[in-house]
């Protein structure tokens, strides 16, 4: 294991962590999911969307957020489905979930509304994208090509990651891993985080926060080696942003990073692989910048399906 | 202003706050709001709920959150409306809305199903809990009983909380403030807050946070001080948390504190006031603690409206 993910490193995290909560279920939806598309000679990806949370005391009030809507994890996982990959979404609760990006928030509450005859009913004016939510979530869940897994904190998302992609390594070249997910950078030991509230009195609070193992390229050498990796990276500041991406994709050895800047990530991203870089804009025409991003990747993943590499 | 919420401290926090979006309608809003209440006499209760967002960048990707799901919120909202109280009901966004505490999470999905006919209905397990939160917060609504203002940040929150506190003031002893959210202690100040996202070069991160002044003194000394002020306490530490309700029900001179324990919150409370404590178990034929806890400080509510003080 290389320089990143120190084999010690990682193992302590680990090993320091709170158990996973229904690890056994978890553990059996996803192998089960994954033998199902072996069998089938499926290509399959595992999506990871919204944020990881860093709890900063045990019996957890308060926590680090890393922001993210999901809606990136959940426009890519639609159009992995058309394409024709069974996917594994693995989401923070309470994200935005595949086929309802058009659905308002607090949405039970915003679409329906009491009818004439003492029932309910969806309003009319939300009416198609309710339906539209409703009935690919449906057929996403009864083809048994979407299966959906949440997670919160960052101890149960790199812990559900490390099931999937041990069990996604039988797939080989088949599997790939979309991980767009917002991970922290920094976390708080669990041995070395009190077990009650901290306690304000003092007047002001000094945190000192630990780095995360880098689980990208334990993921690249040890859990699932032969899988296609996009890694994503998001930054603030433009002009440090396609130099941080080609540090990452050499660092951690994935096969591209898409690199975007927060502000208009939702227009453009820039798919750095070792080819070169590619500038994806969302034009006029396109409902969002994800469509022509995923059919890219499907492609270079189908060159590296072939090949075994990828142009 | 005394001791707590030092008058400079206070307008420090507020001068380096990033201004509040749609500050004119949430303004008039609440005004128009209170005006309508005040001219029919009726009693008007500001419940908060849900916790606030500190963020740690301007250009906020990661932030620290107070954890609270908002269920106490919400059922307290649900028995001041019976109650006949008008309530303004200011929430962190995506927490649990009145009416709506039986419905599960990810409700839009988990509820609705598409129907032979190439609709959508609601699913028939979850038809009466969607039923009455679709008709119970249309009625609020309707009615002009309920009034629900939605915050994230720290910033957002207590800036709100001053728009409503200085308008309740008109209506002087009809005013009640149940303090339920989970404020933050600490924040970054905006001022001293980096513009770009924290870089993770480093390996470990050392952040220094600031005391969040305490607002409570300045509501009631300055913004509404002849209104019904109700503080809460929580404390994952048993040994502590009457000393603390205490501490603060002197400190802050509101009229009653509500101490709960992180694991036994939904079952018991205690609230403290210069009368001393009293104790609210639920009981195997209450839906909740709140019945009863909304239900006692009602009664003290217009006890200090008669009087002008409570037993």
Redesign the interface.
Known sequence: MTCEGKTSDVEAFFASAPSLRDEDTIRQRVQVFIDEHRSRHNRLVCVTSGGT?VP??R?????????SSGNRGAASTEYFLKADYAVIFLYR??TI?PF?RS?P?????T????DDSH??K?RAEFYSD??H???G??EGLMSHKLLKVPYTTLFEYLQILQIIATAAHSLQRLAMFYLAA?V???YVPWESMG????Q?A??????????VPKMISVLREGWAPNAFCVSFK????QTILIQKANDALRKYRVHAVVANE??TRRKKVTIVTANGDTVIERTDQAPDVEMELVGFLCEKHAEFISNGQYT
Request: charged share 25%.
């Open positions: 949370t900063l005391e019996r957890c009030v308060r926590f680090i957020d890393n922001f609760g309470g979930q309802c659905v928030d607090d949405a039970l509450l679409c329906l509304e009491p029932g309910i969806v309710v339906e939510a409703i009935r979530n449906h917002a922290s950078d920094f077990e009650h509230k901290i304000s003092g007047g002001s609070l000094a945190m000192q926060l630990a780095g998001l930054e603030t500041d927060l502000n």
